[in-house]
């Protein structure tokens, strides 16, 4: 009897965990999904045409196994000729934020890289890390401030994202500049949590 309650508990914490896991994996990927849509919602018609005229194209010429030279790449080009001011600031300030993160990732996963420095604790120093504790998460900011002025800060669907992931991750941050303080005594102590010179 002690074995099958012992087996039920298992399978149902296990269910649950699952189910727990699983929901949080199709939340993750419906808001990663819903928010770059939503800045698609102006254009949306005209993404829809050019997809259906190069498809339409494809089945028209690819019968006789159109070539390179015959393919019009001005046709992939000219969508872009139509982005305005905010499009192209947008995209140069996620592209910064995203090169940044991608920058501290790369600090981070190098701090083990040796077998025997990897159970001990080492603070990361450069790029970001100099200013911050918590650099990646600045990068991540910057990303989705990148998509409100893409946006042209009109969609409140990017503005909620915006103010959700900076909420939480100044909250992360400050528990992980916390950690650094008592954990490292030479820690210093002018660097801020995620933001410089504010927090």
């Not at 949080?24 to 928010?35: D, E, G, K, T």
């Not at 159109?66 to 019009?72: F, L, P, R, T």
């Not at 996620?94 to 991608?102: M, P």
């Amino acid at each position: 009897m002690c074995q099958k309650l012992q087996f039920y508990f298992v399978c149902h914490s296990c269910f649950f965990f699952l189910s727990l896991n699983c929901s949080r994996l199709i939340s993750w990927a419906s808001f990663y999904v819903a928010v770059p849509l939503s800045l698609c919602h102006g254009c949306i018609v005209e993404v829809l045409n050019f997809t259906a005229d190069q498809v339409a194209e494809f089945y028209v010429i690819g019968q006789e196994r159109m070539s390179v030279i015959e393919h019009e790449f001005w046709g992939y080009l000219k969508p872009l000729t139509k982005l305005g001011w905010c499009e192209w600031a947008g995209a140069a300030i996620f592209l910064w934020g995203w090169i940044h993160q991608r920058n501290c990732h790369a600090i981070l996963g190098s701090l083990r890289q040796r077998k025997r420095d990897r159970d001990k604790h080492v603070t990361p120093t450069g790029d970001w890390f100099n200013y911050v504790s918590s650099p990646h998460y600045l990068a991540e900011m910057v990303i989705y401030a990148g998509l409100v002025i893409a946006s042209g800060g009109t969609d409140l669907t990017i503005w909620l994202a915006f103010a959700f992931t900076v909420a939480n991750l100044c909250f992360a941050a400050g528990e992980t500049h916390r950690w650094y303080l008592d954990k490292f005594e030479d820690y210093p102590r002018d660097r801020k949590a995620v933001i410089p010179l504010v927090y």
